[in-house]
Structures are given as structure tokens and as C-alpha cells.
């Protein structure tokens, strides 16, 4: 067996997520849900997963409650996996349709009064989707992002 073919990641990219592709996307989403969380307890990193979450929790964790957070966090692994395999096999326009975006006529206005604006977001998952979306509206845009490691822990 090749290494590639020993990686999980590769047979989800390769194998699983295209299968899944058959589903309708309620099911797609489902599925890939359960294949994460049965999956988390062999995860490389639920250990220390495990471990943060009790230490954040303290005594009112547990065991139990950080083993169903590496779950929880591999069960959402595993849909934004999907949600990868999705998007680049998507068209750009129903992409785009998936979003909406609030108070479109201020942010307009304020374009149009030579005013930027500034969109904060921590979760860069969708971040790909803001700008066109923005776009579709006529807005230009540009992303400034911030590695978020050890020298940045609050964030």
C-alpha cells in the first residue's frame, strides 16, 4: 500500500467525500458527521483535545464531557471536509446564492459615500464566500488575516 493510500485524509478526499456526492445533501452532511465522530476516538490529536477541554472545563467536564468534545470537534472536522469537497466542485454562482448578506443597503451606502468598512470574523471557513458575495453586490473587497498561534493565544 502506497503512504498516500495509508492516509485517512486521502481516501476521504479521494474516496469518501465523492461517494457521498450520490447522497442527497442532507444525508451527505449526516453521514459525514458520523463517519467524524466514530472516527475521533483513533483521531491522532483527541488526546490532547481531550485534555484542553478538561482543563478548560475543570471539575465540571470530565472525561466523559471532553471524549463527547473531541466527538463533537471531529464530527465538525469532518463536515467542513465535506464542505471543501463541495465547494470545489460547485459553481461559483450557486455558491455565492448560499449567501446572504445583512444590511446590504448600508454597506452600499456607505460605499458609495467613498466610506470602507471594516468585517470582522473569526471563522475563516467561510471567509472564501464573503468576498463573492460582496462582489455579486458590487462592492470590491480585501482580506488582511492574522495568524492566530502561540504569540496570539487571547485570540
Given at each position: 500500500?502506497?503512504?498516500?493510500?495509508?492516509?485517512?485524509?486521502?481516501?476521504?478526499?479521494?474516496?469518501?467525500?465523492?461517494?457521498?456526492?450520490?447522497?442527497?445533501?442532507?444525508?451527505?452532511?449526516?453521514?459525514?458527521?458520523?463517519?467524524?465522530?466514530?472516527?475521533?476516538?483513533?483521531?491522532?490529536?483527541?488526546?490532547?483535545?481531550?485534555?484542553?477541554?478538561?482543563?478548560?472545563?475543570?471539575?465540571?467536564?470530565?472525561?466523559?464531557?471532553?471524549?463527547?468534545?473531541?466527538?463533537?470537534?471531529?464530527?465538525?472536522?469532518?463536515?467542513?471536509?465535506?464542505?471543501?469537497?463541495?465547494?470545489?466542485?460547485?459553481?461559483?454562482?450557486?455558491?455565492?446564492?448560499?449567501?446572504?448578506?445583512?444590511?446590504?443597503?448600508?454597506?452600499?451606502?456607505?460605499?458609495?459615500?467613498?466610506?470602507?468598512?471594516?468585517?470582522?470574523?473569526?471563522?475563516?471557513?467561510?471567509?472564501?464566500?464573503?468576498?463573492?458575495?460582496?462582489?455579486?453586490?458590487?462592492l470590491s473587497s480585501a482580506f488582511l488575516s492574522a495568524t492566530v498561534d502561540e504569540r496570539a493565544t487571547?485570540?
Amino acid at each position: 500500500m502506497t503512504a498516500r493510500a495509508a492516509d485517512p485524509l486521502w481516501w476521504r478526499y479521494r474516496v469518501g467525500n465523492p461517494a457521498l456526492a450520490a447522497l442527497p445533501v442532507a444525508w451527505q452532511y449526516r453521514c459525514a458527521e458520523r463517519w467524524g465522530r466514530w472516527r475521533a476516538h483513533g483521531a491522532p490529536d483527541a488526546g490532547a483535545i481531550r485534555q484542553g477541554a478538561v482543563a478548560l472545563l475543570g471539575a465540571a467536564g470530565g472525561s466523559d464531557r471532553g471524549a463527547a468534545i473531541v466527538r463533537r470537534y471531529h464530527g465538525l472536522q469532518s463536515r467542513i471536509r465535506l464542505d471543501d469537497h463541495r465547494m470545489a466542485h460547485a459553481a461559483m454562482p450557486a455558491v455565492v446564492a448560499q449567501v446572504e448578506v445583512q444590511d446590504a443597503k448600508v454597506i452600499a451606502r456607505k460605499a458609495a459615500e467613498g466610506r470602507g468598512l471594516i468585517i470582522l470574523t473569526a471563522h475563516y471557513g467561510r471567509l472564501g464566500m464573503l468576498g463573492p458575495a460582496m462582489r455579486r453586490l458590487g462592492l470590491s473587497s480585501a482580506f488582511l488575516s492574522a495568524t492566530v498561534d502561540e504569540r496570539a493565544t487571547a485570540l
